[in-house]
T-cell receptor
Framework: DQQVKQNSPSLSVQEGRISILNCDYTNSMFDYFLWYKKYPAEGPTFLISISSIKDKNEDGRFTVFLNKSAKHLSLHIVPSQPGDSAVYFCAASGYTGNQFYFGTGTSLTVIP | KAGVTQTPRYLIKTRGQQVTLSCSPISGHRSVSWYQQTPGQGLQFLFEYFSETQRNKGNFPGRFSGRQFSNSRSEMNVSTLELGDSALYLC????????????FGPGTRLTVT
């Protein structure tokens, strides 16, 4: 049972525009969320996190929004750059250690 | 600080054999988690070790086991390998505390023939 879902397998965006990647979850006990970026043949690289006590967290060009009532989070990248082209994963965990559930990923392509 | 390291990076094994993978976490991190990544299933949580104790376990058969040493290094073992065990095995370490950011190693690519 997929508790974390990324329903868009791929996304293409023009350089300089906003990229919005979406993630839905089903378990209301999840209260900590992470976004990762992954290049082929490498491990995922941590990007940004958010806990359930917040609805927004920013780090440079990356902003994560959390809508707990909708069980939905999104990652905004502004402005998008060609180097952002990668697969992006969202992950979620309850407050019981580090067991994270991952989505299946969204492949982002930023077109120069 | 040095990142998470995993050895070996690539392995080819025959069905029925066993394999041991190794992970060295970031210095000071005591939590080590293991994940299996396959094209069809994405990243699936295997287990987490904290201070030499298994703290969380995913839904994998008992053929998958692990351990953690006093220096926080961790090993994962898969016995009686099956073709379906072919995957990228990722290790991640985290600092102490409640759920925190996990930092991943490059992974071990296991191919079972």
């Amino acid at each position: 049972d997929q508790q974390v879902k990324q329903n868009s397998p791929s996304l293409s965006v023009q350089e300089g525009r906003i990229s919005i990647l979406n993630c839905d979850y089903t378990n209301s006990m999840f209260d900590y969320f992470l976004w990762y970026k992954k290049y082929p043949a490498e491990g995922p690289t941590f990007l940004i996190s958010i806990s359930s006590i917040k609805d927004k967290n920013e780090d440079g060009r990356f902003t994560v929004f959390l809508n707990k009532s909708a069980k939905h989070l999104s990652l905004h990248i502004v402005p998008s750059q060609p180097g952002d082209s990668a697969v992006y994963f969202c992950a979620a965990s309850g407050y019981t250690g580090n067991q994270f559930y991952f989505g299946t990923g969204t492949s982002l392509t930023v077109i120069p | 600080k040095a990142g998470v390291t995993q050895t070996p990076r690539y392995l080819i094994k025959t069905r029925g054999q066993q394999v041991t993978l190794s992970c060295s976490p970031i210095s000071g991190h005591r939590s080590v988690s293991w994940y299996q990544q396959t094209p069809g299933q994405g990243l699936q949580f295997l287990f987490e070790y904290f201070s030499e104790t298994q703290r969380n376990k995913g839904n994998f058969p008992g053929r998958f086991s692990g351990r953690q040493f006093s220096n926080s290094r961790s090993e994962m073992n898969v016995s009686t390998l099956e073709l379906g065990d072919s995957a990228l095995y990722l290790c991640a370490s985290s600092p102490d505390g409640p759920p925190r950011e996990q930092y991943f190693g490059p992974g071990t690519r296991l191919t079972v023939t």
